[in-house]
């Protein structure tokens, strides 16, 4: 059995049931009678809404659309694998050994559904106030700032991560096109990974056109 105690400290909170703790580790793949499925699926629940209720109070001004964007940035597998990191859980995972070979201790996918099952796991023993800070805690060290700007801040990071990780490179963005008056301008962007075309995007400054072609590139790669 694993020693728990560094993910443990880095949680600040110690398992009662140790039984769950490896249940919320187990990886489908591992063969066991059991995997952290159920889990993930609770955690997944109580994730969304201890960030909704989060970011209700932290953006009292702010209008549903913009807090549902802001949650989707941070309630999804880029964001949950960033949290996961945070806390190396990825050092945990009971894996089989052709997922280990696959690097299956750094796949999103893997990282994120073991993140949203420990989050179950701790609801299931103590319930949404003993979570609560938990994952509020993570989301202050992983994100400097979390505000409307964070729907765009990851795409272009999480790509960076995936192109080096499968291709050694990172992304080329182009601007093709800029629109409109000085005041008012759009541009268009493309973006490239070893000279291959993966989409274009418009966006009223370079930055936003950027990240938005970006998040098109993320999701071709993931899809």
Known sequence: ??????????????????????????????KKPYNNERLEFLGDA???????????????ASNEGDLSKIRASLVNETGFTKLANEIKLGDY?????????NKGRTKASILSDAFEA??????????????KPIILTLLEKSYDKINLDVLFSDYKTALQEITQAEFGSIPEYKIEA?????????????????D???????GKSK????????????DTLKG
């Open 1 to 30: 059995m694993n020693d728990y105690a560094n993910l443990e400290k880095c949680l600040d909170y110690q398992f009662k049931n140790k039984d769950l703790i490896v249940e919320a580790l187990t990886h489908k793949s591992f």
């Open 46 to 60: 109580v994730l969304n809404l201890i960030v909704g209720e989060y970011l209700y109070k932290k953006f009292p």
């Open 93 to 101: 995972i009971y894996l089989s050994v052709a997922e280990e070979r």
């Open 118 to 131: 420990i989050m179950g796991a701790v609801y299931l023993e103590y319930g949404l106030e003993v979570l």
């Open 178 to 194: 800029s629109y409109g008056p000085d005041h008012k301008k759009e541009f268009e962007v493309s973006i490239w990974i070893n």
């Open 196 to 202: 291959k075309n993966y989409g274009q995007a418009i």
């Open 207 to 218: 930055k936003l056109a950027q990240q938005a072609v970006a998040k098109i590139a993320l």
